[in-house]
């Protein structure tokens, strides 16, 4: 991002046919593969304030973002889904051979993602198996259902503690996990 002393918002660079063009801010629209980036980085940097041992794997195509070591020999995956808008989350490719060390992370930015004052995205932690009920097939794709997160899946809304092995009781006032929202 490009500020200058006399700017008083930020702008984006970009090189369009050999010319840099500025755009200003709101005014480009993010790309998929942006959001999805910024997600998975969201989500690594809230594991790790929360004191976690997280990797980003590399790759595009695979089920696992983030390992999570919590012990020696006691590892968990994670798999990122990231929206810019309020929208249902894609889901026709989430699998794992390891459902029961598996976790979703679903990540909305709210529709703020393009500002540079945006608040922190809102994050749903849920195990594999339990994302099954959120999900709704079309003839054509199949989706997590934003609404049904918002409606039933309040227990997720930032539950940290679920990745961390830490019971839900004790993740509340265990300092070790604090809100990555503050």
């Avoid at 940290?160 to 503050?182: C, D, F």
């Amino acid at each position: 991002m490009v500020q200058g002393p006399r700017m008083s918002r930020i702008a984006t660079a970009t090189r369009v046919d050999g010319r840099v063009r500025i755009a200003k801010r709101n005014e480009r629209p993010v790309a998929r593969y942006d959001t999805n980036l910024a997600a998975e980085f969201y989500v690594l940097s809230c594991l790790h304030r929360l004191g976690l041992t997280a990797n980003l794997t590399l790759g595009n195509k695979k089920g696992v973002d983030i390992v999570v070591l919590r012990d020696a020999g006691d590892a968990v995956t994670v798999e990122v889904k990231g929206i810019a808008k309020k929208y249902d989350w894609p889901a026709g490719n989430l699998v794992t051979e390891h459902p029961d060390n598996h976790f979703v992370a679903l990540v909305s930015f709210e529709g703020r993602i393009g500002e540079a004052d945006m608040p922190p995205p809102r994050v749903w932690v849920i195990p594999f198996r339990a994302v099954e009920r959120f999900k709704r097939y079309y003839t054509n794709r199949t989706n997590v259902s934003r609404a049904a997160i918002r409606a039933d899946g309040g227990e997720f809304e930032n539950a940290w503690y679920l990745i961390a092995g830490i019971p839900e009781h004790e993740g509340e006032t265990n300092s070790r996990l604090p809100s990555p929202r503050s």
